[in-house]
């Protein structure tokens, strides 16, 4: 973003968001990566894994339920679901409980 408040087209963000194991594993409660242009899902989770090479990491990732804006997207081929600049993405793993 630049100064203005306006959006530098070179600098565009997709925001990943960690819930329960999930952000345990990644040590943070979320991490912002650029992108020029919409991204695919398989290619933003393998920036994720790149990001947190640990085997937790990816058994966590492995099981969670996706959500692209409010949209769950986890039944569909991650190659196949675009995410747009400026978009959030929800990794949600499966937790017990009430």
Same mark, same amino acid.
């Given at each position: 973003?630049?100064? $203005? *408040? +306006? =959006?530098?087209?070179? &600098? /565009? !963000?997709?925001?990943? =968001?960690?819930? $329960? +194991? #999930?952000? #345990?594993?990644? +040590?943070? @409660?979320?991490?912002?990566? /650029? %992108? /020029?242009?919409?991204?695919?899902?398989?290619?933003? %989770? #393998? =920036?994720?894994?790149?990001? &947190? @090479?640990?085997?937790?990491? $990816?058994?966590?990732? #492995?099981?969670?339920?996706?959500? %692209? *804006?409010?949209?769950? %997207? =986890?039944?569909?081929?991650?190659? !196949?679901?675009?995410?747009?600049p400026?978009?959030?993405? /929800?990794?949600?793993?499966?937790? $017990? *409980? +009430?």
């Amino acid at each position: 973003m630049d100064d $203005a *408040g +306006g =959006r530098d087209q070179a &600098h /565009e !963000t997709v925001t990943v =968001r960690y819930w $329960a +194991g #999930a952000r #345990a594993a990644a +040590g943070t @409660p979320e991490d912002v990566f /650029e %992108v /020029e242009a919409e991204v695919t899902l398989a290619a933003l %989770v #393998a =920036r994720v894994l790149a990001l &947190h @090479p640990d085997d937790r990491m $990816a058994r966590t990732v #492995a099981v969670c339920s996706v959500l %692209v *804006g409010d949209q769950p %997207v =986890r039944s569909q081929d991650p190659a !196949t679901v675009l995410v747009a600049p400026g978009s959030v993405v /929800e990794l949600l793993p499966p937790f $017990a *409980g +009430g």
